[in-house]
């Protein structure tokens, strides 16, 4: 709710001055106006605050006391890439930015094309934000996937992000186009060494074209001394299926901010997404669905386990524009804060321009339900047990929705590793 | 859905031109010049015969208002207000040292007639109940014309008078409340009514009394380029209640008119406030010329245990509302309510809502908002619910629903929601719709033509929100909410 | 054997229950019938352990052991078994995931082997198969979308799987109809062996057509102000609870 207000430049931003500058002297491609262009939109900006209202409550300027160096290129041991775990993949490797062929699959697969680039992208949604702004000013290179028209890609394409080292920062662009009628599944894994600190920052365009059905998996597993920026743009043609699933459970800082909008009518969009939270760690998710076009039907369904200390923040703004008749939009935030000192701060919005739609959003904020335990208990089940079925649970509604089974499986393992609830039945 | 179609295209061709309190009382009246200045603020000051410490309360929030810029996060758009441009002071010009009402001006006693707020007290005693008495205060411009019933309120130690008055007669209790809920550098808006406000109302309700009737200020801006800075303050002290009614309305004018008001309220210990509000401020012609810009702060705070407050409003007037009564409820088990209904049509602006700000231990608010769009307006719901960290078991409920009348306005919903305690509880539903054929269909099968269909199902939508209304408000509401949405209705 | 012995309670500072005294010995149904707001829910969530209904006198002992001094979850593992009047939705849960895991827990509190996957499997099926609880059901989340009928079922497989000592049927028999109820009744009667304590809560006598019981108690304003044999439940059938209602407030 606040106005902007000019703020004297920070140490991390004098830091982003000199890098910027050393990067700018090497820049010799044609791509270098692009940069400049990105750097002033940036500059303009600076890193966000609390008082700028998208960045309201992840105040990113006071959590950066520097601004790390720039990582350079390595190629870490093979077994240090988690990625999807034992799923059998079609793996791109992205380290400190660039794409790693060592590490990546090289099987042809009909229909797939992925190639290196500069990281620079022609992004259009999302590129106002001053952090996509630094993405491209600062950006180390990055991929582009192809998928073709009425491509079956059978295989799960992997993208596993890696940070190598410590206090370093990663500037990654990828787009990923993907054509009409393809299919594909799509894993992708934001991680780094244990407990080091680093930022990664991810930019990411995604077009997708008409009668397409996309799944696309989010694992930030990122080391929990980390801070994790990504920016997700998407477009989706017509009559197209995309379902995209964040799993949160690492960083001590994380922000992924989704701008989707839809091109083309018919088409579905499912957003969802758990956060599981404990110590200090600080996640947000951040939405912008523009419902562009009529006839077209969103899902925002999120949850959190809010532990310790921790603090879960979401956004989400669903945007009917004028003329985007039929629109079906619906939002559900639900958190549990499992201790005195978690904290959720929720911002469902709707901001509706056309008369004949469907929209609702809800959110609710709690403890456990003190009568589901009680019958739980009442079975001779344990409290602590008891607590751990029901949080599972809770999480579980959510992951069950993305109907990817081999997601949904891995999910569920890593949901119960966190939990420490291996121990529990499974189905 | 031909009917439907029918129905909007009809709402659209009625424009807010109809407003049937557009006329303007012709009286003499006395202006400040105009402009802001500290000479100014100390010119109202020695008008209103203020005591120093009021005059320096008001110089201090100038000097701050100074240092301040105009908010623009609201989502409302207008052009840029010449602060320069405006009186800030006009009253009826008077006899000097009026007593009783029958000295009041005739043109004034006939505007309120005209207004259907009658200020003898023979003449609402020949035709109401006693229990449907109402006790009025009438502020004309910058001032307060008449309150009526004082004296057999004050047989209950009730204080019901202009603040000006409770200014000089009761500083005591002035000076501990003015400002302890809505600081004097709360905001821009707030912080200038401070500086500037002339009158309003004063009410305290002493410890255990419940207040033997309805309160009542009916205000009235009739002035030409003055701003209405009024001032409201409301004490229930232990034990206490009071329900307060809150009326508004405009000529017809051009220009852009400000009103800027601040409402405090304090509930102690066991208190309940029922704050009702009928806004229907001059909203402006069909092209969305002239029409009041509303930018009002009121705040209640649930001071002591076991206090409540509740605000009702009813918001269908003015270019530009900029409203969020609130509630802070710091006492343990105290509660806030907010039950509103906000109606935009033409080329009206509302961002609206509430804010629940629980602090205390078992404290539990709800919100029901309803609004409704049509024509080429845009309606904002902006609502923060918040749990600090000691407020164990806090509870909150929203319901915030819209609904569109045609495909040229907006409806949008900003929830900012807030919890740092887990044994919090909230829960959040909005929904946007529009009025459903089947539900239109449905109705005219019955025998009600489109019209009455749209009317019953517009009633039925703010049911809620108008059973919190007290009788005689109720059914002036549902009368208007018909002629805001489209005169030919009910 | 549950004794029950000048039992006080309440719920959020209300006092619900008054002095109850009960004794029910094993191979024993007793019947506890009552006009609403009797307390009969209380006295169920009261033996089940549920938090915020407190005793403030008087005791609860079953085989000797203190039933105050065990969690809701140490009660159902030494052989207590709650028939909830509205049994909980738990969305995320699937049906057969809950049974074996209470079922585990209850094993392993007493100190016994878990169960076999294939073994429970068998079990479960049998089980459903006699009370026409549906591989549908078993499949779906505890209780999500189970109609009244089907929730109820559902609770008395649960009571056949976990065969507990001393069962409390909390208003089974509403929301039912006369099919549902007989399949019910027959699951309850099965289950009837001379080990096992049953307390039957009801409002109307119709449930005790079919579940015969040892033993009526009225119930009323937090007292059990009459007991009898399974004739006074056809008697409150036909006079009502007016006469104890009245006596009580004389």
Known sequence: MNAPAKIQETNAEQSLNAQFDAIFAQTTQNNANQRKQAWEAFKAKGIPHRRVEEWHYTDLRSKMNDAFALASKTTPKAEALTGAGDLKTYRIAIVNGRYVPELSSNQEVTGLSVAETSGVLEAQLGTDDAMASLNQALVQGGVSIKIDANAKIQLPIEIVRYTDGSDVSSYAGTSVEIGSGAKALIIESFEG???AAYQSNALTEVKVGDNADVHWLKLQVESQKAQHIETLSIELGAETNFQHFIYNEGS???????????????????????????????ADITLFVN???????????YRAVVDDKARAVFQGKIIVEQGAQKTDGQMMIKTLLLSDTAEINAKPELEIFADDVQCAHGSTTGDIDEDLLFYLMARGIPEAQARKILVLAFLSEAIEEFEEEQCVDLLEAMTRKWLHADDLVSE | MAAVQETIDK???????????????????????????????????????????????????????????????????????????????????????????????PEILETYKKLGIPLSEQEILAGVAPEHRVAVDAVFDSVSVATTFKEELAKAGVIFCPISEAIREHPELVQKYLGSVVPVSDNFYATLNSAVFSDGSFVYIPPGVRCPMELSTYFRINEQNTGQFERTLIIADKGSYVSYLEGCTAPQRDENQLHAAVVELVALEDAQIKYSTVQNWYPGDSEGKGGIYNFVTKRGDCREKNSKISWTQVETGSAITWKYPSCILRGDNSQGEFYSIAISNGHQQIDSGTKMIHLGKNTASRIISKGISAGVSQNTYRGQVSAHRKASNARNFTQCDSLLIGDKCGAHTVPYIESKNSTAVFEHEATTSKISDDQMFYCQARGLNEEEAVALIVNGFVRDVIQQLPMEFAVEAQKLISISLEGSVG | MLEIKNLHAEVDGNKILRGIDLTVRPGEIHAIMGPNGSGKSTLSYVLAGKEDYEITEGSITYNGVDWEELGADERAAAGMFLA???????????????????????????????????????????????????????????????????????????????????????????????????????????????????????????????????????LSKGKIVKTGGKELALELEKNGYADYVDEEAA
């Open chain 1, 193 to 195: 060494a244990a407990n």
């Open chain 2, 11 to 105: 709402v659209k061709a009625i424009d807010v031109d109809q407003y049937k309190y557009g006329f303007v009382t012709d009286i003499e009246s006395e202006l400040a010049p105009k402009g802001l200045s500290e000479e100014i603020v100390a010119y109202i000051s020695a008008k209103k015969e203020e005591p120093e410490w009021m005059l320096n309360w008001r110089l201090e929030a100038y000097r701050r208002w100074k240092t301040m810029d105009e908010p623009t996060w609201a989502r409302v758009e207008y052009p840029k207000i010449d602060f320069e441009d405006l009186h800030y002071y006009a009253a009826p010009k008077k006899r000097e040292g009026l007593k009783s009402l029958d000295e009041v001006d």
């Open chain 1, 291 to 301: 419902h562009a076009v009529p006839e077209c039907e969103s899902r925002e369904y």
């Open chain 3, 84 to 218: 909830f009047q509205y049994p909980i939705e738990i969305p995320g849960v699937a049906t057969m995931t809950f049974l074996k895991t209470a079922l585990n827990a209850q094993r392993k509190a007493r100190g016994e082997e878990e169960i076999s996957t294939p073994d429970f499997m068998k079990l479960v099926r049998e089980k459903a198969k006699e009370l026409k609880v549906t591989p549908d059901m078993l499949k779906r989340p505890l209780n999500v979308g189970f109609s009244g009928g089907e929730k109820k079922r559902a609770e008395i497989l649960q009571m056949s799987l976990l065969e507990p000592s001393l069962c409390v049927l909390d208003e089974t028999d509403s929301g039912l109809d006369i099919d549902a109820l007989r399949i019910v009744s027959e699951g309850v009667n099965q289950l009837r062996s001379p080990d096992r304590s049953m307390i039957v809560i009801t409002h109307y006598q119709r449930l005790l057509d079919h579940i015969v019981p040892d033993v009526v108690h009225v």
């Open chain 1, 252 to 282: 001590a800082l994380s922000r992924a901010q989704l701008f989707l909008e839809f091109k083309g009518e018919g088409t579905h969009a499912g957003l969802r997404g758990t956060s599981l939270l404990k110590d200090s760690q600080h």
